[in-house]
């Protein structure tokens, strides 16, 4: 799987949108893009996935760039509970299914 | 959405004891499962990949003997921590996908174990 990069932490004000990035410059064709959160205490979430479209779902958008090198994830309106760490991961479908976590980014929302 | 249940959320147990932590899938069947490890302020650290019917794969430096893992049906995966001591404290987390490449893995709410 691709490495990825990402900030080690970041701030956002509650009601406004996070935008947390993340650089996977030698990722493959054929490797998704997931985002996971994990919030203190309590096991990673699903958040969202993509390959090259941009996708969206209730919890958030994903962008990703024409030449898939890098992404952003966006929570839209950032609440308090959304305070956690986010993990980027670049995940080959064929490569025996497993996740390989970074140290993400930790994304603190304030009042 | 597809759900992890992990059993038990905390467990206090005594040097030289054993424990057991499940992990089931409650709407899918799953017949992969990994385990994880998480230290404090640290990342999650894949123990081993469950496979049902099958002998568990384990991660370069995971003791097998230590770390028993039995995934006997498609929803169900047990990990069993033998002659657990004070450094296996630690949380441990289980994930679980679908059948499919493109469905994603979910996790369990994890496991915290505390060795006294």
């Known amino acids: 799987d691709a490495k990825t990069t990402q900030p080690t932490s970041m701030d956002c004000a509650e009601g406004r949108a996070a935008n947390l990035p993340c650089n996977h410059s030698t990722i493959s064709g054929n490797e998704y893009v997931y985002w996971y959160r994990q919030i203190h205490s309590q096991g990673p979430q699903y958040i969202i996935h993509g390959l090259k479209n941009n996708e969206t779902n209730e919890m958030a958008s994903l962008i990703i760039t024409e030449d898939r090198k890098s992404s952003t994830l966006i929570l839209p309106h950032a609440t308090l509970r959304d305070t956690a760490v986010y993990y980027c991961?670049?995940?080959?479908?064929?490569?025996?299914?497993?996740?390989?976590f970074g140290t993400g980014t930790q994304l603190k929302v304030e009042l | 959405g597809a759900v992890v249940s992990q059993h038990p959320s905390r467990v206090i147990c005594k040097s030289g004891t054993s424990v057991k932590i499940e992990c089931r899938s409650l709407d899918f069947q799953a017949t992969t499962m990994f385990w994880y490890r998480q230290f404090p302020k640290q990342s999650l650290m894949l123990m081993a990949t469950?496979?049902?019917?099958?002998?568990?794969?384990?991660e370069q430096g995971v003791e097998k003997d230590k770390f028993l893992i039995n995934h006997a049906s498609l929803t169900l995966s047990t990990l069993t921590v033998t002659s657990a001591h004070p450094e296996d404290s630690s949380f441990y987390i289980c994930s679980a996908r679908a059948v499919g490449p493109r469905f994603p893995l979910h996790f369990g709410n994890g496991t915290r174990l505390t060795v006294t």
């Open positions: 469950s496979n049902e019917g099958s002998k568990a794969t384990y």
């Open positions: 991961i670049a995940r080959n479908t064929g490569g025996g299914n497993k996740l390989t």
